[in-house]
């Protein structure tokens, strides 16, 4: 089937099989491959992605029901050269080590401070129970959403 | 000033914040351009006879360009692994790459589908149509133990390897005796990223694999020799590794197939596993049944220990066999103890392989030494940091030979006790304790303490490789044969030789993972990077240094002595405006063999850091359920190169090490059926259920390596395994509670308060 799907701010047409889901259409049509796969269950959030501004498992969305909509990835997350508040407080607090769960993870942390811009260290940690880390014990992924946050809100004021 | 111990920022990490790393799946290589897939069909059955495979329908299927059994291979099996203290396990348990007469364990795999498309091996595969002949299935280490049912009949026996001798006469003299069975469980490693492979043949006739592994050099020599390779014909580049603890340190026959059935479909081939055939397929961690024993005097004086264990290899040995003699020399931990007595046992059983996962032993000795002193202390009737504090080796008294016959190089145990007492308030804590206990209270509080030693860098005979050189433009590479999959290299590595060349971190290239570019190397585990891998390095950097002066002397025409650094171009002492920058000189250095250094460094001894890690529980006696409210650990492994790095180093430590005390058990049913073969079943442990961590400081410096570092990597998971655990049955002694086994679920949490 045919789907048009506005990636990263381009609007692209694309040929998939009906099955396709939006992480296999995300990496091999449009070539992302920040987007990991993580396990089969939608339990690790590894592939997570902004569908109309919302995270969604982009292993649980097929491509025909983005047909129409927009998807940000991580790799469109940046502002150009300029890293978006959410990677760069990832960057300043050690928020990652192998890194395979962190493009997931950080697109998981933009939609919850979308949702909550003040969340709690109780509220960071159920936010993004749906999505694992297995390096960092989440105690520097929890300090990068709060940092995050703190910045947000600063340059708000 | 010098950069060493500065919280320094990962340069890895803006490419992985904004494109997300290139891990094997994401290599876009020309070599791999029309890649074909591998997929691979897998035993349901955990023991079972193979009568026939029929693989037509499958090789009819769209898109197959061939369908492989292990009839169809010419390579040998993969002979079992290192025994106990080295001796030879028996033959008969070699793993097949695919199994051919008899399915061991569900998971194994018995053909392999090669398709254009991924979706069109999941296809081919359904179609493969195996004929199993049931056999009866050992599941569990004590009934393996009986050899009721062979898993290989040739061998006599399912037990691969057995060491120690008992002394009845270990416990005379003491006036306490405690013995308790214990479970050390099963665990998956489960890195994020699953295993994954891709590989090509050149014109040349050589084999480029890509291959998500913590060692490229050993997988190097294990693709060569599997399949019958000469030296020279196969390069192994492990690009981004996303997680591996353990678990990708060996090289799988899956994996080693790849290059075999590349050569037959004449094309290269991708291989990326699913999550539920990773949580079956790769291997699997810990898996000991201890027993321990335990006797000292009334005053909680520890004379004499015992810890008598089986492993569960699984299926076929690999280097789990290993595992018991780590857990065997560190069986008497931190401890000044006279008599120190371990038996083992490993046997075969039809479940997934067992082999190394963060800590690979250690942990396992831990736990079950942690687990004893506090059922010690109980049975005195002392609080168990006191106890730990009347046994732990007194600082006087390094080096330390231990009973097991280790020399432990440097600690100062009691003081790191204190600290972390200390911070915790653990005086109040008690008290909250007991106001609790008094009122009756649902929620009770529990106070786990663990004190550890442990062994890193304990394959420091085969050493680490480093290369540094300063290049014509002034920049620096930096070869190593250790690999990073998470831990920071880049950044650690480009800091120790800035330290030494004054150059720029952003303008040194850290290469790894490439035995093209290093040949020689041992690769990520045990802890061994820094002092063994860091160590070459920093050495590599102090004799490019040193040939720098010379040089810079010689063109400038002057003594050594009177030219130094300064700001990374040598100076002329006293007279700054006279100088000769790096790229002037290695440009110079250019008709004399560049200015570069190799170093290998290999370490007289292992070292053997410590820590006190102190959990604190709150356990619900209504419904069995834990909350892990704080953990306060000193991990002292030394001085810290980059404390960011060491930090992240001890959480993810942390979080694991809390996760087997508290939820994870890859399980199976008495007929070898996995029951938690993916992260929904699998209790991975997330944000919601840890604390944040309180960590304190301290360094201990151990002399042997230039550095004075010891590992940090596996400190987290040793210590806080027991200390969770200790915290839970800590939270329930007042009812009569001496021990839960791990996990400690809320269904047996629930179930031990009501037996109590």
Avoid at chain 1, 75 to 81: F, I, K, N, P, S
């Amino acid at each position: 089937m045919h789907v048009t799907i506005n990636v990263n701010g381009e609007e692209h047409g694309d040929e998939v099989e009906d099955r396709t889901l939006l992480v296999h259409y995300i990496r091999d049509t449009r070539g992302l491959t920040g987007t990991n796969v993580g396990c089969d269950t939608t339990s690790c959030g590894a592939c997570t992605v902004l569908l109309d501004g919302e995270s969604v498992k982009s292993c649980t969305v097929l491509a025909a029901q983005a047909d129409g909509h927009s998807v940000t990835t991580i790799e469109g997350l940046a502002d150009g050269e300029s890293m978006h508040p959410v990677q760069r407080a990832f960057q300043e607090k050690h928020g990652l080590q192998c890194g395979f769960c962190t493009p997931g993870m950080v697109m998981a942390s933009v939609s919850l401070l979308r949702e909550n811009p003040n969340p709690t260290d109780a509220e960071v940690r159920s936010g993004l129970e749906g999505n694992i880390c297995r390096c960092t014990g989440y105690h520097n992924i929890v300090e990068s959403v709060l940092a995050a946050a703190e910045r947000t809100t600063e340059a708000a004021e | 000033m010098s950069i060493l111990g500065t919280r320094v920022e990962r340069r890895e990490d803006p490419r992985l914040l904004t494109s997300g790393g290139v891990y094997v799946d994401d290599l876009r290589e020309p070599a791999l351009e029309g890649a074909a897939h591998v997929t691979f069909v897998r035993s349901p059955m955990a023991h079972a006879r193979i009568e026939a495979i029929d693989v037509a329908d499958a090789a009819a299927m769209p898109g197959v360009l061939g369908v492989f059994t292990g009839a169809d291979l010419d390579v040998d099996p993969v002979a079992p692994g290192p025994g106990l203290g080295g001796q030879p396990l028996p033959s008969a348990m070699a793993r097949p790459h695919l199994a051919r007469d008899v399915a061991r364990y569900v998971g194994e795999p018995v053909a392999a589908v090669v398709t254009e498309t991924l979706a069109q091996g999941e296809d081919a595969a359904e179609l493969v149509s195996v004929d199993y002949e049931p056999l009866d299935a050992v599941v569990d280490v004590d009934d393996a133990l009986r050899d009721e049912v062979l898993l290989f009949p040739e061998a006599g026996t399912n037990t691969a390897a057995r060491s120690g001798e008992r002394d009845e006469s270990l416990f005379d003299g003491c006036d306490v005796v405690v013995t308790r069975r214990i479970e050390n469980q099963r665990l998956a490693a489960a890195p994020l990223e699953t295993r994954a492979a891709a590989c090509a043949w050149g014109d040349d006739g050589r084999l480029t694999m890509w291959l998500s592994n913590q060692n490229a050099q050993a997988c190097r020599d294990a693709v060569q020799e599997q399949l019958g390779l000469d030296e020279g014909q196969v390069r192994i580049i492990t690009p981004d590794v996303g997680g591996g603890f353990g678990a990708k340190i060996g090289v799988d026959p899956d994996a080693v197939l790849l290059g075999w059935l590349s050569r037959r479909a004449g094309r290269p081939l991708r291989w990326s596993e699913s999550r539920s055939e990773n949580m079956v397929a790769m291997t699997h961690g810990r898996g000991q049944r201890q027993t321990v024993t335990i006797g000292g005097d009334r005053e909680g004086r520890v004379l004499a220990y015992r810890l008598d264990l089986v492993q569960d290899l699984g299926a076929y040995p690999l280097m789990s066999a290993f595992l018991p003699t780590f857990t065997g020399l560190m069986a008497g931990g931190p401890y000044d103890i006279a008599k120190v007595e371990t038996t083992a046992r490993c046997v075969v059983t039809n479940t997934m392989s067992t082999a190394a996962y963060r800590g690979a032993g250690r942990p396992e000795a831990t736990a079950a030494i942690e687990r004893a002193v506090d059922l010690f202390a109980a049975e005195v009737g002392l609080d168990p940091a006191e106890v730990r504090r009347r046994n732990a080796v007194r600082p006087e008294q390094f080096p330390y030979r231990t009973a097991t016959g280790l020399v432990y190089d440097s600690g100062e145990y009691v003081r790191a006790i204190d600290a972390v007492l200390e911070a915790a308030g653990y005086r109040a804590l008690r008290e909250e304790q007991a106001r609790r206990r008094s009122e009756g209270a649902i929620r009770q509080l529990g106070l786990g303490i663990s004190l550890y030693v442990e062994i890193t860098a304990p394959n420091n005979a085969e050493g680490e490789h480093g290369h540094v050189e300063v290049l014509p433009d002034g920049s620096a590479l930096v070869l190593t044969g250790s690999s990073a999959h998470g831990q920071g290299h880049a950044t650690s590595f480009s800091m120790l030789v800035a330290d030494q060349l004054g150059i720029d971190i952003d303008r040194i290239q850290i290469v790894h993972g490439d035995t093209d570019r290093v040949p020689a190397g041992a690769g990520t585990m045990g802890s061994r990077s820094l002092q063994l891998g860091g160590s070459a390095v920093h050495r590599a950097a102090v004799d490019v240094r040193e040939k720098g002066r010379a040089l810079a002397a010689e063109l400038i025409e002057i003594d050594e002595a009177d030219v130094e650094l300064v700001d990374g171009d040598w100076r002329v002492r006293g007279a700054a405006s006279v100088g000769i920058s790096w790229a002037e000189l290695a440009e110079r250095a250019r008709d004399r063999g560049g200015l570069a250094a190799d170093v290998h460094f290999v370490s007289d001894s292992p070292t053997f850091p410590f820590g006190v890690h102190l959990a604190v529980v709150e356990v619900d006696t209504e419904t069995g359920g834990v909350e892990h409210v704080r953990h306060v650990t000193v991990d002292d492994a030394g001085p810290v190169l980059n404390p960011v790095l060491a930090e992240g180093q001890r959480h993810g430590g942390i979080a694991q090490g809390a996760a087997q005390a508290l939820l994870e058990h890859m399980s199976y049913d008495t007929d070898g059926n996995p029951q938690t073969a993916n992260f929904a079943d699998y209790a991975i442990i997330t944000a919601s259920e840890l604390p944040r961590f309180e960590l304190l400081h301290m360094e201990t410096p151990t002399t042997l390596n230039p550095l004075g570092v010891k590992g940090i990597g596996e400190a987290g998971t040793i210590g806080a395994t027991p200390a969770v655990q200790n915290a839970v049955v800590d939270a329930l002694s007042h009812l009569g509670v001496s021990h839960i086994d791990m996990p400690t679920t809320p269904e047996r949490v629930w179930a031990a308060i009501n037996e109590a």
